[in-house]
């Protein structure tokens, strides 16, 4: 659980430090990740991703909260936010690399854990975060 300070900001300032990381977080993705989040948090923002991938892709509410070992409640917090929009950017994105969504999800889902797949589907994961896929 994140631990944020009960005092509020002024809305300028929160403005300013939500650019600054934005801008920040583009040149150095991973290293600002890595340095920034807990393991928690990286889990947490995987696991929302994986589940506005999911929900694009159309899968049941009852199929991606066993998957991701998350409530229905959040999958369906997630819907109507995905129906709403909110997410669009976020989706755009991820439409524009040449991997499908599938691809993404299974990146996400796999990531830092051994293959179930076996040898074969560790050599074809390694090459997909490598970029040769």
Do not use: W
């Not at 994140?2 to 801008?23: D, E, G, Q, V």
């Not at 991938?53 to 199929?63: C, N, P, T």
């Not at 997630?78 to 599938?102: I, T």
């Amino acid at each position: 659980m994140a631990h944020i300070s009960k005092f509020r900001m002024k809305p300028a300032l929160s403005i300013r430090i939500k650019k600054n990381l934005m801008s920040a977080s583009t040149r150095n993705r991973g290293v600002m990740l890595e340095c920034l989040l807990t393991p928690t948090e990286t889990t947490m923002l995987a696991k929302r991703l994986a589940m506005i991938v999911m929900l694009e892709r159309g899968d049941s509410s009852y199929h991606i909260s066993r998957s991701l070992r998350v409530s229905d409640s959040s999958v369906q917090r997630f819907r109507r936010m995905l129906d709403a929009g909110l997410f669009k950017p976020v989706v755009r994105e991820l439409r524009k690399k040449n991997r499908s969504l599938l691809d993404v999800l299974e990146l996400i889902l796999s990531a830092g854990l051994p293959s179930i797949g076996g040898p074969r589907s560790q050599r074809r994961l390694q090459k997909m975060r490598d970029g040769a896929i």
